[in-house]
């Protein structure tokens, strides 16, 4: 804290904010209790993974060793696609070391019947020829109804530097011939981690946790990631003061002002924001250069955590009624509405972007803090996680499949995913982390 002129100081909004967005930078202080309002617990219904559900529910998949040469390859090229699999809801994976041996290991056809007797509905081969600088992969898909017939068919060529995108995409084209809407393989997350006393960092890595690289420039804390128009945008503390920059001008401030700034979020053509200019945490919205500013809320508590939904809505925190609870209002800020009413402390919302799933994920504190969403238009809650450490900072994947979120779950804290009901819970990025975002 002692990063914060002392002239801007506002202590109620300073404390109050951190608690809301679960900010670990210093000693923080949680509202008074005077301010709690009662309000119905969150749901108590636990989430049971069946690994032996039946095969109309769970999309078997065979996926053997690449054959070919470069071996090295050919593996790591196995590997890619087994893990894409084992992440997305509704596959199962039969692979080593459920295959004795490669049915039809010859070439590219498939054995469909000894396939079968393992329980797949779908087959991939595929064959890797050429070296590292010139590489060829042939990848064919089948399925158990199509005969020997391969369902989709794709070639790639080129440096073997791309084999994880061919990977990638393929398996997006599989999940898309099944499903009939493509994964969201390819795709990035980013997060927040502390490297040290009053430095905090903003990184990015793949989906599935490759390429980790930091993107926030210089010293300071820098935290509260969102993605936008080419960019990853950020919220920035150091000695003179918290703004807001991007990874397009190197962490030089966008938008800052007298108090507290933080938490951008970018809708259509503008930034949205919190700011404590008024005295009060309060949430705004300017053009990507800060100029045309505009106030959308005001209320006695305090505003924070915006978020982009569809149809021109938003979706934020306040404590207006008592305690953090999950809002609703228009772009423009007006037509605001209440949407959680269960739970006395509930945090970092995110939208589910496809219009046809009206769905808010979010943290909410039940002891621990879990993962739930709320349908908005029904009020349907249900929880993702149970108990396993502190579960927060949830966002959903592009196409609402999957959701991300943090945890500290005890000896394997990270970045995990999760099917949108909290099925399949998967680690993929290791270490203490915070705010996780999905790029759209």
């Not at 994976?93 to 054995?111: E, M, T």
């Not at 040290?196 to 989906?207: I, L, W």
């Not at 959701?403 to 394997?412: D, E, P």
Request: aromatic content about 8%; overall charge neutral; hydrophobic content about 40%.
């Amino acid at each position: 804290m002692t990063l914060i002129d002392s002239r801007h100081r506002n202590w109620r909004g300073v404390l109050a904010l951190l608690f809301v967005f679960g900010m670990a930078i210093g000693p923080v202080a949680a509202l008074p209790a005077s301010s709690q309002e009662e309000a119905p617990p969150l749901p108590e219904d636990k989430i049971v993974v069946d690994i032996d559900a039946p095969d109309d529910e769970v999309f078997r998949i065979g996926i053997p060793s690449l054959l070919g040469e470069p071996a090295s390859q050919a593996e790591t090229g196995s590997e890619i696609l087994r893990n894409d699999f084992r992440l997305m809801p509704g596959f199962r994976v039969i692979g080593p070391p459920s295959i004795r041996h490669d049915f039809a290991a010859a070439g590219l056809g498939v054995d469909l019947g000894a396939w079968s007797a393992l329980g797949a509905n779908g087959v991939i081969k595929a064959l890797v020829g050429g070296n590292d600088a010139a590489l060829r992969v042939e990848l064919r898909f089948y399925q158990s109804s199509g005969g020997e017939t391969a369902a989709l068919r794709r070639v790639y060529q080129g440096p073997a530097t791309q084999l994880r995108d061919w990977m990638h995409d393929f398996a997006n084209a599989v999940i898309e011939v099944v499903t009939g809407a493509p994964g969201p393989f390819g795709t990035e997350v980013a997060f927040a981690r502390k490297k040290g006393p009053g430095h905090k960092s903003v990184y990015a890595a793949a989906m599935d946790g490759y390429g980790l690289r930091q993107v926030s420039s210089g010293q300071g804390v820098s935290m509260l990631p969102a993605f936008g128009k080419g960019s990853i945008w950020y919220t920035r503390m150091t000695a003179r003061g918290m703004f807001i920059t991007n990874t397009r001008v190197g962490g030089r401030r966008i938008i800052g002002g007298q108090g507290i700034t933080m938490a951008p979020v970018i809708c259509n053509e503008r930034v949205y924001f919190v700011s404590s200019r008024s005295g009060n945490a309060e949430i705004y919205s300017s053009n990507l250069d800060g100029s045309g500013l505009r106030r959308l809320t005001r209320s006695r508590g305090i505003d924070v955590s915006p978020t982009c939904g569809p149809g021109g809505k938003l979706a934020f925190v306040s404590d207006r009624h008592g305690s953090p609870q999950i809002f609703t209002m228009n772009i423009d800020g007006s037509n605001v509405q209440r949407v959680t009413f269960r739970g006395g402390h509930n945090q970092t919302p995110v939208w589910c972007k496809d219009p046809e799933q009206p769905l808010i994920a979010f943290s909410g504190r039940d002891g621990n803090f879990d993962i739930f969403t709320v349908n908005v238009e029904t009020q349907e809650y249900k929880r993702l996680t149970q108990g396993q450490g502190d579960n927060k900072d949830p966002a959903f994947s592009p196409d609402c499949r999957l959701i991300a979120f943090t945890s500290n779950r005890r000896g394997s804290p990270g970045v995990y995913l999760s099917s949108q009901d909290g099925l399949d819970q998967n680690l993929v990025i290791n270490g203490v982390a915070e705010t996780v975002r999905w790029a759209n």
